[in-house]
């Protein structure tokens, strides 16, 4: 029924990609979430109107730069009803300004689709408000005509607020866990405390993910440290690597079965030359976090890196696995970080690269296999009466992760509209198996992370396949289901658009795992949520 608010108009932004060769292509399903969202509104007898007018010479209606958000909400009365509405992946930089200025209700809208990644766009903007302290209210649908949307958006409209059921998390009380991980987890905290972290940021800020950037005052006091890097020094050191090295770098890839989808277009299709240049970018990665004494490193990639080699995603896939291509110092003398991953942290997200070196300490203390990986938390849908998620990133998947390794591993060209030089991806099914998931985030000016337990599931081959045919088909598919949270609770609590993953050998060991580095973030200082079905702490 229509509200009995005083609300009779609200003002609708949204915000795209830097590029319009993929603002142009994902323009028709940010049109349809629009036109759905503005008839809910109509039937509550509210107008839902449009900020700035849709572009028709550059085909797309998306705020595309952070100046161009900025003269937006110049416009905007700053008491005024404010909804954000994305069916995209958007770079949340284009609107924070006017965000964190505004006085008046925010809610932000997704439509629950994997065509496009809306959702991941959604997230991240959530969890930079909630980094910068911005109130705000959040929903998704997937018809917008469904009663669990309808019911919370007559609240949103009557009350200016919208609450989700976030029960499933708890604080954790350190006493209660098991005696040996938590006494575990406090040494390895105290080692890291003594020895000191490098994170390699080859330039911050990728894609406007303010999230994901973690300030110098609060990163220091855990003993992480940032070497800032430049990533045109990562092009100049590309060119010192012979090409015999790059080589013999994909060639050990061949020989564990690696699969590359080639052809000889260099404009829409994979090729061995792009390949090669991956293979370069590989090693001079490896070198330069070895000149600078790095423990993680995170490239950029998506901006100015993206116009001047292939994309980095096969190098990323590549340094977070156990097992990967050797890599000698420039004499040959020396092999660099043997034996073990160089964890890289996507999209330089330094939320994600601080949980990749926990992670790391406390799996190899426990001897399991370190190989870990963030994702996009990408979508999903029921299946076998559980809801399963669609976890994907293009690039920083360890093969480790797939079912038979390399071996199971394609490497398929990343979508033009992206990346114009091309690269390959490092794509396989998430092999089966209990994980522990993860999410460092900013909040309150101090560093958070949410912990819980869960699985990778098995799919049949033809649900598989319809998953990747509504996502990206190049990137991986991981098929997860996180106990004891629901897929509105995921969504509400969730403060960012990745999620960090590791596979532990069974269900009890995992939980043994997460309690080590429940422990071991507790003692660095960081506090620690338990979330969903968590039989520690």
């Known amino acids: 029924m229509p509200s009995k608010s005083a609300m009779k108009e609200a003002i609708l932004i949204t915000s795209g990609d830097l ?9 028709p399903a940010q049109q349809e979430l629009e036109q759905k969202l503005t008839a809910c509104f109509a039937k509550e007898g509210v107008t839902l109107k449009r900020a700035f007018p849709v572009d028709a010479a550059r ?63 959604l997230l991240n903007l959530n969890g930079s408000l909630v980094k910068t302290g911005t109130p705000f209210s959040t929903l998704w649908s997937q018809s917008f005509d469904d009663a ?13 607020k919208v609450e989700h059921d976030t029960s499933h998390v708890r604080a954790l009380d350190i006493k209660k866990l098991p005696a040996k991980p938590a006494a ?8 890291l405390q003594k020895k000191k972290i490098i994170l390699g940021v080859f330039d911050e800020g990728c894609m406007g993910m303010y999230n994901a950037i973690v300030d110098d005052e609060i990163l220091n006091p855990l003993g992480f440290f940032k070497e800032r890097l430049s ?87 590549l340094l977070n696995n ?36 926990v992670t790391n300490w406390c799996w190899t203390e426990l001897g399991l296999d370190p190989s870990t990986t963030l994702h996009d938390l990408r979508w999903g849908q029921e299946f076998g009466g559980e809801f399963v998620w669609v976890l994907q990133i293009s690039g920083a998947a360890p093969a480790n992760h797939f079912t038979g390794g ?22 396989g099914i998430g092999k089966k198996g209990s994980i522990v998931w993860s999410r460092v985030f900013v909040e309150g000016g101090k560093l958070h992370v949410d912990l819980g337990l869960g699985s990778v599931i098995e799919l049949p081959e033809e649900e598989a396949a319809r ?58 200082g960081v506090t620690v949520h338990l979330c969903g079905t968590v039989p520690v702490g």
């Not at 990967?324 to 997200?349: C, I, K, M, T």
């Open 19 to 27: 590029r319009d060769s993929a603002n142009t292509v994902c323009w």
């Open 467 to 524: 998953r990747w045919q509504h996502t990206t088909s190049q990137w991986p598919l991981v098929s997860a289901v996180f106990d004891g949270v629901s897929r509105d609770a995921m969504m509400a609590r969730h403060r960012a658009n990745h999620i960090n993953i590791a596979y532990a050998t069974d269900a009890k060991q995992a939980a043994d795992a997460l309690a080590v580095k429940a422990a071991m973030f507790a003692h660095l």
């Open 322 to 357: 156990q097992q990967r291509p050797p890599v000698q110092d420039e004499s040959g003398s020396r092999e660099l970080y043997p034996g073990a991953p160089l964890p890289h942290f996507n999209e330089v997200d330094e939320c994600a690269g601080v949980d990749a070196l």
């Open 406 to 427: 390399y071996a199971g591993a394609v490497s398929e060209r990343q979508p033009a509209m992206y990346f114009p030089l091309g690269g390959g991806t490092l794509k």
């Open 231 to 317: 990533q045109s020094a990562l092009v100049a050191k590309m060119r010192e690597v012979r090409e015999e090295e790059a080589a013999a770098a994909l060639q050990w890839l061949k020989d564990r079965g690696v699969r590359f989808v080639l052809g000889s277009d260099e404009a829409t299709q994979l090729t061995e030359r792009q390949l090669l240049e991956q293979c370069r970018m590989y090693i001079a990665a490896t070198r330069i976090a070895d000149s600078f004494g790095c423990d993680a490193i995170g490239i950029q990639y998506q901006q100015g890196l993206k116009d001047m080699a292939p994309a980095s995603d096969l190098v990323e896939g």
């Open 59 to 121: 085909g797309h209606g998306f705020i595309s730069s952070q100046r161009m958000g900025m003269d937006v909400f110049a416009n905007i009365d700053p008491e005024a009803n404010l909804v954000f509405a994305t069916a995209a992946w958007q770079y949340t930089h284009h609107v924070l300004p006017g965000m964190r200025s505004h006085r008046g209700p925010i809610l932000t809208v997704a439509n629950w689709s994997g065509q496009w990644p809306g959702l991941v766009g």
């Open 148 to 160: 669990w949307f309808l019911e919370k958006l007559h609240a949103w409209i009557a009350t200016g």
């Open 184 to 191: 575990t987890g406090e040494s390895l905290a105290h080692k």
